[in-house]
């Protein structure tokens, strides 16, 4: 059992630096280790956010945009069917409308009619309303024919993106992407709703300077930073100090309820209490029902529940989010039933697998990303799975491991093998790409070829990281609650994990495939209630008594019958 899974288990070097002092001393060796020293590291207020002055393009897209709301031109806004592209249209249109533009709407792509981002196709869609201005958010970098067919309509372009660029640029009228060539600013990890905030901010201000506000009330931005937090935890990028920022501010907002009805409305429907919210509630509870929509039918849906003025109209959006939610977990535990069934039959995932590719054309194309992320974190490789798209096409989504730069593994293949990839974007730990409907074959055998490059990385990956044992008087709720409320805990930024050897007093299955145990450290008595989510869905698990086992774990709450307990989410278990 587990020799496929069995991981290493490393604990991280305690940093010569010493750690805040007004915290507890334990965590403070915590966040010395990820780069925390100061306690004004954990003040997190707006006047620390970096200045946008060093964002490529932004003082001319700032004008532009500035010119056409005093024009009262039509203005549309292009978004992407994710939630960091459902939160970036949601605080686009609504600044601009509380800025004072007249004449302002959004359109977002059906990725199953007009694929991806800015295209001719969406394009040629758009009806007769006259649209000056077209305003990208999160998407737009790689549109060269989108935003030339718009310019053939003499619209004006102005790109906000965060993705990577290709060789090429599109000719829009102004690019604000930190991760343009060139671009200046420090952080390259804002998301596609954090580039929108610092355009329309400094919009404000050029608004301001040229006397728009001398009638009408000044709009305060940081008003809407609850949709900056959440597309910002939900897409994943790293959070720096920056993003820690913006993330911590917004949720400061949603719990105290000055929020959005629509954040709100799903707040309440995942049952968390939103006075009590951490950050990574917006990635596992509220981002999953947003995203949801642009996966199985139309994103509008989820940026109307993020723009509904009314908690009423909030409600039946979010419980439409809600419903299409739960047939997205349907349709993905069947295709990852079919998956894992797949790579049993092949027999090929072990010690010398480099990557997972798949293909099955009965699979949903909206929900092969989460496929992929679940086979990523099933086997620890690097994973991309295709479905059959509408135009004929296979459409790809692969997610990476620590170490492997999955985009970079693209455009290998792609110069590798010229025309194999019809297209793809995307970043660091995420990617999406179409090929050939009788490509498969081949781009399998590139996929393998290339990652074989990164075989120490991909092997590297398979090593846990731990922040060392946790003593018995760490497992309380004082230090629990100090640890989840401190910072938010995120991508690039890990939740602290820790390891020890405990004896197994109990342990049953609940939900037929999750582990619930009681354990008792090894250092003492105290007796600690523990839970493996998914525990037979790691490969080669089976039920076992275990006696003594090594487990990698988080700290947690378990509310119960009105009791507040400790209680260990476990990672990973190496039986002893």
Known sequence: MFEVNRKEIRRRVSPDAIGPQNVNPRLATILATRGITDANDLQFSNRDLLHPGTLNDIDTAAAIISEHVMQGSGIRIVGDYDADGATSTALMLLMLRAYGASHVDFVVPDRFIHGYGLSPALVESFDDTPIALLITVDNGIASIEG???????????????????????????????????????????????????????????????????????????????????????????????????????????????????????????????????????????????????????????????????????????????????????????????????????????GKDSNGICLYNREWHEGVVGLVASRLKEKWALPSVVFACGTSGQLKGSARSVKGVHIRDVLCDID???????????????????????????????????????????????????????????????????????????????????????????????????????????????????????????????????FSRIHAVYRVDVNEYSGRIDPQLIIEHINPV
């Not at 900056?228 to 897409?235: R, S």
């Not at 429907?269 to 509630?281: E, P, R, V």
């Not at 910072?487 to 820790?498: D, H, K, R, T």
Request: charged share 20%.
């Open 147 to 349: 935003v030339a067919s718009a310019k053939a309509r003499h619209m004006q372009i102005v790109v906000t993106d965060h993705h990577l660029p290709g060789d090429t640029l599109p000719s829009a009228d102004a690019i604000v992407n930190p991760n343009a060539s060139g671009d200046l600013f420090p952080s390259k990890n804002l998301s596609g709703v954090g580039v929108a905030f610092y355009v329309l901010s400094v919009t404000g201000r050029v608004l301001e300077k040229r006397g728009w506000f001398k009638k009408r009330p000044i709009p305060k931005i940081s008003d809407y930073l609850d949709l900056v937090a959440l597309g910002t935890y939900a897409d994943l990028v790293a959070l720096d100090q920056n993003n820690r920022i913006l993330v911590n501010q917004g949720l400061k907002r949603i719990k105290a309820g000055r929020c959005r009805p629509g954040i709100s409305a799903l707040v309440d429907l995942s049952g968390k209490n939103q006075t009590q919210l951490i950050a990574s509630d917006l990635g596992f509870q509220i981002a999953p029902r947003l995203n949801a929509a642009g996966r199985l039918e139309d994103m509008t849906i989820g940026i109307n529940c993020l723009i509904a003025e009314t908690d009423r109209e909030a409600k039946v959006l979010a419980q439409k989010l809600d419903s299409i939610n739960k047939e997205r977990k349907t349709i993905e535990q069947h295709m990852t039933s079919d998956a894992t069934s797949i790579l049993d039959k092949i027999g090929s995932i």
């Open 415 to 545: 110069s590798g093998y010229p025309g194999l990839i019809q297209k793809f974007g995307g970043h660091a730990m995420a990617a999406g790409l179409s090929i050939g409907a009788d490509s498969f074959a081949e781009f399998e055998s590139a996929w393998g070829e290339v990652l074989s490059a990164h075989t120490a990385s991909i092997r590297a990956a398979n090593e846990l990281l731990t922040d060392g044992a946790l003593h018995d008087e760490f497992i309380d709720l004082d230090f629990i609650q100090e640890l989840k409320s401190i910072v938010p805990w995120g991508q690039g930024f890990g939740e602290p994990l820790f390891d020890n050897v405990f004896q197994v007093l109990e342990q049953r299955l609940v939900g037929q495939i999750h582990l619930k145990l009681l354990l008792r450290s090894e250092q003492s008595n105290k007796v600690v209630n523990a839970i493996k989510f998914r525990f037979l869905d790691s490969p080669g698990a089976s039920y076992q008594e």
